[in-house]
């Protein structure tokens, strides 16, 4: 089964500055994607980006940037010149491909605040 | 048109009443989703609908019953809840393409009393 991990449950940034979310997971299939949800105390759930697997390109999303490394499972999300409305909840959430799967796979979370 | 719209956004209900919250999208996805959120953590599976069958079900107590009336619309009917099934209750659809990501609403934060 699939596992996906965040080991940070708190960080904090100084606004304009870069700040990086760690997410590793765990799976035996070649193919799936990878995605990052922000969740803002309003609490809709929000896409930041998508990674597909077989893509060694690293997805860019304006100020939202990941590093992918396949072989180390590990998909960590980078914010750079951040910004006070990038405080939020973040979900690294993985995805397999198969055909007729739906389920999400979410981590733990980590809960992102930005100083003034 | 990229809304999910659930309604109401608040609940209270008492543990003998009976509820309904409310999923709508328009953007001709066909699988949607039931999720489960308490405070501090991640959303948790209940219910995913695919071309207005129920798909998956993850061992979610009957008190819980949802229905998929057409390709538009999710409810999710409530029943005789107990005050641990408080939490916010997030709806979410996507489309049925590989790769493709999932829509999410606003959720409906529900305190049963």
């Known amino acids: 089964a699939q596992t996906v991990t965040q080991s940070q449950p708190e960080m904090s940034v100084q606004e304009a500055e870069t700040v990086t979310l760690s997410c590793t997971y765990d799976?035996?299939?070649?193919?799936?994607?990878l995605f990052w949800y922000k969740q803002p105390p309003s609490r809709q759930m929000i896409l930041v980006i998508r990674?597909?697997?077989?893509?060694?390109q690293n997805a860019t999303e304006n100020r939202f940037s990941v590093n992918f490394q396949k072989a180390a499972k590990s998909f960590s999300l980078k914010i750079s010149d951040s910004q006070l409305g990038d405080a939020a909840m973040y979900f690294c959430a993985y995805r397999s491909p198969t055909s007729g799967t739906y389920k999400y796979i979410f981590g733990t979370g980590t809960r992102l605040k930005v100083l003034a | 048109d990229t809304e999910v719209t659930q309604t109401p956004k608040h609940l209270v209900m008492g543990m003998t009443n009976k509820k309904s919250l409310k999923c709508e999208q328009h953007m001709g996805h066909r699988a949607m989703y039931w999720y489960k959120q308490k405070a501090k953590k991640p959303p948790e599976l209940m219910f995913v609908y695919s071309y207005e069958k129920l798909s998956i079900n993850e061992s979610v107590p009957s008190r819980f019953s949802p229905e998929c009336p057409n390709s538009s619309l999710l409810n999710l009917h409530l029943h005789a809840l107990q005050p641990e099934d408080s939490a916010l209750y997030l709806c979410?659809?996507?489309?049925?393409?590989?790769?493709?990501?999932?829509?999410f609403g606003q959720g409906t934060r529900l305190t049963v009393v």
């Open positions: 990674q597909e697997a077989y893509k060694q």
């Open positions: 799976t035996s299939e070649s193919d799936y994607y």
């Open positions: 979410a659809s996507r489309s049925t393409g590989s790769g493709t990501e999932a829509f």
